[in-house]
């Protein structure tokens, strides 16, 4: 068991698990830096552009939910890297053109949906049951790194916003050509194999994930696992199906779209203006908490206790932010800081959650309905919320967020260490014992 396993032991045997997914992760860590910046000819467009990426990423994830029980992995992540590369070439070829940056994000938002979407549903299905956490935890990773690159070389370049546009530029383009060449040694998901009746083929392919020179006892017993998943998901109508995702649905689109209302530019820019100092520092806050609880909480301390403490704490940082904001105004960074670090355990958690909760034939469906409804919220603060005092945003939050802890406490089952097929049971009622 992994209570046996150090930290190392666990990465070293994760990490052939963790290439099977690393395109789709490159893409999202390419398509999650906020560009043009905000120095660029177009500032005062900004809010457009975000709204542009959201609505992309709502066409992007739609096509990877029908795609991906449809066509091979490795076929979507040839799609996916090659969009993102275009991306990257009309974003330093004309970055002065006002409709070369919106066709610049609409490109970004579709990479980055069909990615999302391939990520999540695939990562439960090609880890072992031990490490599945911290394979589905590689979307909030890769997420949480593409913007913190993007601050960490924004800072450094605050008084030449076209280098910093370029630098960028060129990086997206190596991203999505990396991406690309890891399509060599991404293994194809083994449901996906079974679904198509190649069974032998699954074998092997478990056993490339696995990275065992014979076909081992754990071998067949992930490649039993996976036929009773498929074997179990076709005992049920796909109506049935639906109606058994209705209530982890909820559940789950609930926090995702609370922790939406955490890390936006409105938020990024709170006390600083759009300061790129300070969106390092608002970065590094997310960033080394999804860090830490990818590689090192989320199998051991388990799905439920972080998301319970990302609710908890996030209530608390919300309250000082209040009560900072109404009197010292230069100190609300403090706060905002551990509110990013905190509620970044809760982004990990519902992330695993998403793989875990479903049936088969329904998981890419819900996922994009998931992010559909996320990506909403995020139109909607792009295209309202940007002149809001922020002394009323931070107290609704502080309310919805303190309604979220008992909802965290007593909704969310514990899946770790669980098959994934146990692990969709837990989610079938509304109250869980804590």
């Given amino acids: 068991m992994m209570e046996h396993e150090n930290c190392c032991e666990i990465q070293m045997k994760s990490k052939m698990q963790n290439n099977s997914v690393a395109p789709s992760a490159l893409v999202i860590m390419a398509t999650s830096m906020p560009l043009p910046s905000y120095f660029s000819a177009f500032e005062e467009d900004i809010h457009l552009y975000q709204i542009n990426f959201n609505i992309a990423c709502i066409i992007g994830a739609l096509f990877g939910a029908y795609a991906i029980r449809q066509t091979s992995k490795n076929l979507i992540h040839i799609v996916t890297s090659i969009l993102t590369i275009v991306s990257g070439i009309v974003f330093c070829a004309s970055p002065n053109y006002f409709m070369s940056m919106v066709l610049f994000r ?69 991203y999505g050509a990396i991406a690309l060449l890891t399509i060599i040694i991404s293994v194809e998901s083994p449901l996906y194999l079974l679904s198509q009746n190649k069974e032998e083929d699954a074998l092997l392919a ?168 996320e990506n909403l919220v995020e139109i909607i603060i792009a295209a309202t919320c940007y002149d809001i005092f922020n002394t009323l945003y931070y107290a609704s939050l502080f309310i919805l967020f303190a309604c979220s802890i008992p909802f965290s406490l007593y909704m969310f089952p514990e899946t770790a260490g669980l098959p994934l097929k146990e692990s969709r049971w837990k989610f079938l009622n509304w109250i869980t014992k804590f």
């Fill in 106 to 174: 609409y490109l970004q938002g579709l990479a980055f949906g069909v990615a999302t979407v391939t990520i999540l549903t695939t990562a439960s299905e090609v880890a072992q049951t031990k490490y599945r956490g911290i394979i589905a935890s590689l979307e909030p990773f890769s997420i949480a790194t593409g913007y913190f690159t993007y601050s960490i070389i924004a800072s450094s370049l605050v008084d030449d916003g076209s280098l910093l546009d370029s630098i960028c530029g060129y990086l997206i383009i190596l």
């Fill in 206 to 373: 478990i056993q490339k994930l696995q990275k065992e020179e014979t076909l081992t006892k754990d071998v067949f017993k992930q490649y039993y696992e996976i036929k009773d998943l498929i074997a179990d998901d076709k005992t049920r109508t796909f109506k049935k199906n639906l109606q058994e995702g209705i209530v982890p649905f909820i559940k789950i689109t609930v926090i995702r779209c609370l922790n939406s209302l955490t890390f936006n530019f409105l938020v990024m820019s709170t006390s600083s203006g759009f300061e790129t100092y300070m969106q390092a520092i608002y970065g590094s806050g997310r960033w080394i908490s999804v860090l830490l609880t990818t590689f090192f909480m989320i199998e051991s301390v388990g799905r439920r206790k972080l998301l319970a403490s990302s609710c908890i704490m996030s209530t608390v940082n919300l309250l000082v932010i209040v009560l900072v904001n109404s009197g010292i105004d230069s100190y609300i960074w403090i706060p905002i800081v551990f509110l990013q670090f905190f509620n970044g355990f809760g982004q990990v958690s519902t992330a695993v959650y998403m793989g875990e909760a479903f049936s088969v034939s329904v998981k890419p469906l819900y996922i994009f309905l998931i992010l559909l409804l």
